[in-house]
């Protein structure tokens, strides 16, 4: 079987830099499985997730390939793209408050999207994004439909784009920090919605975070960047229990004492 | 006993709107600081927690109650006075990228409060900046840079040299590392307890992550709402709550492990309940709301393990109220 995803030495550059931001970096994915993309502040994690998206900003020069379902998506035009965004490749951005539109409803931006890629009446995407919401956790769907991102909360807005990503039903999901800006009991429980809707779909995802305790939940395996390079890489149970980089060891060791399993 | 340094009691903040209802941001909080303790403040955003830190310090007058530092009385000071505390009383800010002046180089920075309070001649100032840069472990070659030159880290450690520098008493640190990478994190929690444990400096940690808060802190004030509902000795407060919104926190920590079973309690949003409702302010969150919390709202109560809490349910039964409940997951209605 091939690869859903087959990430080959790839490098990317930003403008005249000296450095590379991403560095030699290979990795496939099949489908149905979780990556893991794992570093700190300038690691050129979020680089390697604009790189899957082609949404590296212009002056960004990548080699390399990126072969998604058998496209090479590394220099493919806007034109080659389009087709392939939301259907096939999506993304959950970390902050949703400005991942939706803020002067359109959240009903009309999740029936937009329906109607765009699937020719759905208008109904027809309504009754579907009724549904979503509802999938999401989303309380009284059919009156959030009206609502503006600015009226829910950061919970709500982040399940709305969960929705928006996953409503296509797309191959590969790539979420950059997709819980990051939520509180840690409203993440928990996206977290616990994003591995339903994962074990639910046959979708992979690349998610990329600087928190373990993500990782550890809803990756099958991991690779730990460090400098633009990958330092580690491995399934997740092992990496995160017998770590054989140093880099790896020490970020484990940095967590605080997390005592989250308090029997009471 | 002697008095504790800082005695907050029963301090209170409202935001007035014109034609919407008013905001109780801080409902009528007591805590105490003892010297060389760390007290965190937790909650979720919109709990109150900054409001609680600004009002000790000074930048937000509360609505009622009274705040007493060293014997003193000062919640009501202004001015010249109240700019004299600033001695005592410190402050750290989250954000190092923001909370510096970008034109000033690091040393002026850092000088910046022995020149306001006067602290010696300019000399002895000059060498009290390279003590406290070589305190917090910056080394001497960022003396004549600027911040952006800077890492978020090395940013932070600035912070805290000018917080430290006229030997504050207490330091409010409000979510003093949140925005620092984990690795970075651990050397300035670790720097900071170095600190505490060399001057006796007393700190009122505000954070959102509980995990931090279980490295550093001595005791925990969990904040809901603007209402102090748990507060204890954080081992106990961490091993066995007397609250079921602090144990549903505790839960939702996922855990940087495998083959640890992730089940959070889960609790839904955050919903601000209307002024005068007289139950609990937490029983709409509450998987184990009776009856009662809808009418009347529980005291904070001191519990056996020496932990208050503020719940009906777990007042009755202290030693085994969450085994006992069933609890049934609430889900985001």
């Known amino acids: 079987m091939t690869a859903l995803l087959a990430v080959r030495d790839l490098d990317v550059r930003y403008g005249g830099a000296q450095r590379l931001a991403v560095r030699e970096l290979e990795f496939t994915l099949d489908p149905g499985e979780v990556l893991g ?81 699937r020719k759905m009446s208008r109904s027809a995407a309504r009754a579907e994004t009724v549904d979503w919401l ?14 503006y991102p600015h009226q829910l909360s950061g919970g709500m807005n982040q399940r709305v784009v969960i929705a928006m990503a996953l409503a296509l039903n797309p191959k590969l ?27 639910d779909s046959a979708s992979a995802m690349v998610l990329i975070t600087h928190d373990l305790g993500v990782v550890a939940q809803l990756c099958s395996k991991v690779i730990v960047m460090n400098g633009g390079a990958v330092v580690e890489r491995g399934p997740v149970a092992e990496l995160m229990t017998k770590p054989k980089d140093a880099y790896t060891k020490r970020l484990l060791a940095s967590l605080p004492a997390r005592r989250a399993e308090v029997t009471a | ?65 009274t705040i007493r530092f060293d014997g003193q009385e000062i919640t009501q000071l202004t001015g010249r006075a109240r700019r004299a505390l600033s001695r005592d009383i410190q402050v750290i800010f989250q954000d190092p990228y923001a909370s510096l002046n970008p034109r000033q180089r690091v040393e002026d920075t850092i000088r910046e409060p022995l020149d306001i309070h006067r602290v010696g001649t300019p000399d002895e100032r000059r060498d009290r900046v ?28 600035v912070g805290i040299a000018t917080a430290l520098a006229l030997r504050p008493k207490v330091i409010v640190a409000d979510e003093p ?17 170095e600190l505490q444990r060399e001057t006796s400096v007393a700190f009122l940690f505000i954070s959102h992550d509980l995990g931090v808060v279980h490295q550093i802190s001595d005791r925990v004030a969990v904040l809901c709402q603007g209402e102090l509902l748990e507060e204890g000795p954080v081992e106990t407060v961490y091993s066995a709550p007397q609250h079921p919104y602090t144990k549903a926190l505790l839960t939702a920590i996922p855990p940087a492990d495998p083959s640890v079973a992730f089940e959070p309690i889960t609790i839904g949003e955050s919903r601000p309940l209307p ?34 809490a503020r719940c009906h349910v777990s007042e009755r039964a202290p030693e085994h109220w969450f085994t006992e409940a069933t609890p049934a997951r609430v889900g985001e209605s």
């Open chain 2, 177 to 193: 590392v949140s925005a620092l990478d984990v690795s970075v994190q651990a050397q300035i929690l670790d720097l900071l307890a």
């Open chain 1, 134 to 147: 509802r999938k999401v956790g989303i309380p009284s769907p059919e009156t959030r439909l009206r609502a």
């Open chain 2, 1 to 65: 006993m002697t008095e504790p340094l800082l005695t907050v009691t029963n301090l209170r903040k409202e935001f007035h709107r014109t034609g919407a209802p008013h905001v109780v941001a801080v409902r009528d909080v007591s805590l105490t600081v003892n010297v060389g303790q760390t007290v965190a403040v937790v909650g979720e955003s919109g709990s109150g927690k900054s409001t609680l830190g600004r009002m000790i310090l000074g930048l937000a007058p509360p609505t009622s109650g």
């Open chain 1, 37 to 117: 993309v794992v570093g700190e502040s300038g690691s050129g994690k979020t680089t390697l997730g604009l790189a899957l998206l082609g949404l590296l900003p212009e002056g960004a020069t990548a080699t390399g390939s990126v072969s998604f379902d058998g496209v090479e998506l590394l220099g493919a035009t806007e034109k080659r793209l389009r087709p392939l965004r939301g259907t096939q490749l999506s993304t959950i951005m970390q902050n949703a408050a400005t991942a939706l539109n803020p002067c359109f409803t959240i009903g009309s931006q999740m029936t937009a999207l329906l109607r765009r890629h």
């Open chain 2, 275 to 308: 002024e005068n409702d007289p139950g609990c302010r937490f029983r709409q969150r509450c998987w184990l709301a009776e009856d009662i919390c809808f009418t009347a709202n529980p005291e904070l109560t001191l519990r056996p393990s020496g932990v208050s």
């Open chain 2, 130 to 157: 390279t003590e406290l840069m070589e305190r917090v472990a910056l080394p001497a070659r960022y003396r004549r840079v600027y911040p952006h030159e800077l890492s978020g880290g090395l940013r932070q450690r």
């Open chain 1, 173 to 199: 999901v790539v979420a950059d920090e997709p819980t990051s800006a939520l509180d840690v009991t409203v993440q928990a429980a996206v977290l616990r919605l994003l591995r339903t809707l994962i074990d």
